[in-house]
C-alpha cells in the first residue's frame, strides 16, 4: 500500500525548492562563465545586460553603473599614473558627482584602477539613494571627495578615497571597515557587480570589479573583471589568469545607507588576509 502521506510531502518539497530564486539555489556553486558572457568588445555597454541573470541587490545597481562610467569613454579613456606629473594624475577622467554635487574636477581625461572602481560605487549609491540626497551631511559630502577643496591631490589614506585608493585591500579598507557599507565575500560566493582588488605575485595590486570566473582554451583557469588598466587603454573589460595572482579580496555593496552615518574619523586594520579562489 502506498504511503500517500510520505508522497506528497516529497512533491511539496519539489516545488517549493523549485520556486526557490535561481541565485540562492545557486549561491554556492563558482560562477563559471559561459563562453557568450564575455564580450569580444571589452569596450562595451553590456554589463548589465549580460551579467544581471547571474546577480541581485544592489548589485544590479553596481552592474548598470558601469555601463553609466563607460559610456563617458568608450575608447576607455586612456590609462595613466603620474603622481609627480604636471598636471598631476586623474583618478577618474571627467567630473563625477554624488547627489549632484561634485567629487573632481579632473586635470586629465584619463584614469587609473581605484578611479575607475571608485566611480562606479558613487555612480551606484547615487541610483540607488539619490531621492535621499538631503541626508548627506556636509562633512560626510566633503569625506567623499577624491581632491582637496583647493583642487590638489588628497593622499592616500585620507578619509574615504583616500582609504579606497590605498595600498593593500583598498575596497576592503573603505566599503567593509571605514563605513560599513559593505561585506566581505568568499570567492566561491562571488557575484557580477562585487568590488574586488587583487595583489598580483609581481609586487603591484589592482583595483576591479568581479564579473565572473572562466576557463581558457589551455585550461587555465582565470577571472574577468572590468576596471581601467593599459591593457585597455583605462575602461574595459579584461581577462587574467589566476596563476599571475597572490591572492585576492572581495566585498559587496550591502548597507549602501550607512553613507549617511559613518564615522568620518575611523580607523582601519591593514592587517587583513587575502584569499585565493580554487574552482
Same mark, same amino acid.
Not at 48 to 72: C, G, M, P, W
Not at 244 to 263: D, M
Given at each position: 500500500?502506498?504511503?500517500? &502521506?510520505?508522497?506528497?510531502?516529497?512533491?511539496?518539497?519539489?516545488?517549493?525548492?523549485?520556486?526557490?530564486?535561481?541565485?540562492?539555489?545557486?549561491?554556492?556553486?563558482?560562477?563559471?562563465?559561459?563562453?557568450?558572457?564575455?564580450?569580444?568588445?571589452?569596450?562595451?555597454?553590456?554589463?548589465?545586460?549580460?551579467?544581471?541573470?547571474?546577480?541581485?541587490?544592489?548589485?544590479?545597481?553596481?552592474? &548598470?553603473?558601469?555601463?553609466?562610467?563607460?559610456?563617458?569613454?568608450?575608447? $576607455?579613456?586612456?590609462?595613466?599614473?603620474?603622481?609627480?606629473?604636471?598636471?598631476?594624475?586623474?583618478?577618474?577622467?571627467?567630473?563625477?558627482?554624488?547627489? $549632484?554635487?561634485?567629487? @573632481?574636477?579632473?586635470?586629465?581625461?584619463?584614469?587609473?584602477?581605484?578611479?575607475?572602481?571608485?566611480?562606479?560605487?558613487?555612480?551606484?549609491?547615487?541610483?540607488?539613494? $539619490?531621492?535621499?540626497?538631503?541626508?548627506?551631511?556636509?562633512?560626510?559630502?566633503?569625506?567623499?571627495?577624491?581632491?582637496?577643496?583647493?583642487?590638489?591631490?588628497? *593622499?592616500?589614506?585620507?578619509?574615504?578615497?583616500?582609504?579606497?585608493?590605498?595600498?593593500?585591500?583598498?575596497?576592503?579598507?573603505?566599503?567593509?571597515?571605514?563605513?560599513?557599507?559593505?561585506?566581505?565575500?568568499?570567492?566561491?560566493?562571488?557575484?557580477?557587480?562585487?568590488?574586488?582588488?587583487?595583489?598580483?605575485?609581481?609586487?603591484?595590486?589592482?583595483?576591479? @570589479?568581479?564579473?565572473?570566473?572562466?576557463?581558457?582554451?589551455?585550461?587555465?583557469?582565470?577571472?574577468?573583471?572590468?576596471?581601467?588598466?593599459?591593457?585597455? *587603454?583605462?575602461?574595459?573589460?579584461?581577462?587574467?589568469?589566476?596563476?599571475?595572482?597572490?591572492?585576492?579580496?572581495?566585498?559587496?555593496?550591502?548597507?549602501?545607507?550607512?553613507?549617511?552615518?559613518? *564615522?568620518?574619523?575611523?580607523?582601519?586594520?591593514?592587517?587583513?588576509? $587575502?584569499?585565493?579562489?580554487?574552482?
Amino acid at each position: 500500500m502506498k504511503n500517500y &502521506r510520505i508522497e506528497f510531502l516529497i512533491i511539496l518539497l519539489s516545488a517549493i525548492f523549485l520556486t526557490f530564486p535561481k541565485s540562492i539555489k545557486s549561491q554556492n556553486k563558482w560562477l563559471i562563465l559561459k563562453p557568450g558572457d564575455i564580450s569580444a568588445n571589452y569596450h562595451n555597454l553590456d554589463h548589465f545586460k549580460i551579467f544581471s541573470k547571474y546577480s541581485r541587490s544592489y548589485n544590479l545597481e553596481v552592474l &548598470r553603473a558601469i555601463d553609466t562610467v563607460q559610456a563617458h569613454a568608450m575608447d $576607455g579613456g586612456g590609462y595613466f599614473i603620474g603622481i609627480d606629473s604636471t598636471p598631476t594624475e586623474s583618478p577618474i577622467g571627467y567630473d563625477l558627482k554624488l547627489f $549632484g554635487s561634485s567629487l @573632481i574636477k579632473p586635470t586629465r581625461s584619463s584614469s587609473y584602477c581605484s578611479g575607475s572602481t571608485y566611480s562606479v560605487l558613487i555612480t551606484a549609491l547615487d541610483f540607488i539613494l $539619490g531621492k535621499q540626497a538631503n541626508k548627506l551631511s556636509k562633512g560626510r559630502l566633503e569625506a567623499m571627495r577624491m581632491q582637496e577643496p583647493n583642487g590638489g591631490r588628497r *593622499n592616500d589614506w585620507i578619509k574615504y578615497w583616500g582609504i579606497w585608493n590605498a595600498d593593500g585591500f583598498g575596497s576592503e579598507y573603505a566599503l567593509v571597515q571605514y563605513s560599513k557599507m559593505g561585506s566581505v565575500v568568499k570567492p566561491k560566493d562571488a557575484m557580477p557587480g562585487d568590488f574586488m582588488n587583487i595583489s598580483w605575485k609581481s609586487g603591484i595590486g589592482h583595483s576591479v @570589479i568581479f564579473l565572473g570566473w572562466s576557463i581558457d582554451k589551455n585550461g587555465d583557469k582565470c577571472v574577468t573583471y572590468w576596471s581601467s588598466q593599459k591593457g585597455t *587603454n583605462g575602461f574595459g573589460d579584461q581577462i587574467v589568469s589566476l596563476k599571475k595572482i597572490k591572492s585576492l579580496k572581495i566585498v559587496r555593496l550591502t548597507k549602501p545607507q550607512n553613507i549617511f552615518k559613518f *564615522n568620518i574619523s575611523k580607523k582601519v586594520n591593514t592587517n587583513v588576509a $587575502g584569499d585565493m579562489p580554487e574552482f
